[in-house]
T-cell receptor
Framework: DAKTTQPPSMDCAEGRAANLPCNHS???????VYWYRQIHSQGPQYIIH???NNETNEMASLIITEDRKSSTLILPHATLRDTAVYYC?????????????FGSGTQLTVLP | KAGVTQTPRYLIKTRGQQVTLSCSPI?????VSWYQQTPGQGLQFLFE???????NKGNFPGRFSGRQFSNSRSEMNVSTLELGDSALYLC???????????????FGPGTRLLVL
């Protein structure tokens, strides 16, 4: 799986959009971008994933650049409960090793 | 639809004892993966089960074992506990089909194991 680079920490004001970047410059054409988050001492929570098109669900939006070398997770209206470590993962699923590998992630702190 | 459930949520054991953790996947999911998470090592893959068979295994000693039942529920066992086994043990479930283009794993809340 391709390696990802994320900033170690970010702050965001409550009610504002949180934009979390992820660099995955070695991504290959069949690798998906996944985002999970983990609130302290809880199990990681799946947020969203995509291949090359932008994706949106009830939790967040995922913007993938045209060259697919980077992506941004957007939480449109951050709340205090969004404070967590956010992990960006790049992986190829069909027929390949199935385990997830989390990097260091980004500690997002939403400030009141 | 109910999420992944893990029992117990917290456990305290002493060195040398053994422990069994349980995981119930999301209904319809046939793959269960186990992970160990520690502050120092991060998230590390233990093993994956699909249709009662271990399909993939991480780099852990033989003291760590698992099994899966016909209803897809899974257990993992750690024998002869060591202090370093203190960790958050996470279970993740997925549909499990190798040909699925975007297979997503969903995690349970974890079992916090403390070895004294």
């Amino acid at each position: 799986d391709a390696k990802t680079t994320q900033p170690p920490s970010m702050d965001c004001a409550e009610g504002r959009a949180a934009n979390l970047p992820c660099n995955h410059s070695t991504i290959s054409g069949n690798e998906y971008v996944y985002w999970y988050r983990q609130i302290h001492s809880q199990g990681p929570q799946y947020i969203i994933h995509g291949l090359k098109n932008n994706e949106t669900n009830e939790m967040a939006s995922l913007i993938i650049t045209e060259d697919r070398k980077s992506s941004t997770l957007i939480l449109p209206h951050a709340t205090l409960r969004d404070t967590a470590v956010y992990y960006c993962i790049v992986r190829y699923t069909p027929g390949s090793a199935r385990q997830l590998t989390f990097g260091s992630g980004t500690q997002l702190t939403v400030l009141p | 639809k109910a999420g992944v459930t893990q029992t117990p949520r917290y456990l305290i054991k002493t060195r040398g004892q053994q422990v069994t953790l349980s995981c119930s996947p999301i209904s319809g999911h046939r793959s269960v993966s186990w992970y160990q998470q520690t502050p120092g090592q991060g998230l590390q893959f233990l093993f994956e089960y699909f249709s009662e068979t271990q399909r993939n295994k991480g780099n852990f000693p033989g003291r760590f074992s698992g099994r899966q039942f016909s209803n897809s529920r899974s257990e993992m066992n750690v024998s002869t506990l060591e202090l370093g086994d203190s960790a958050l043990y996470l279970c993740a479930s997925s549909l499990g089909f190798l040909g699925a283009p975007d297979e997503t794993q969903y995690f349970g809340p974890g079992t916090r194991l403390l070895v004294l």
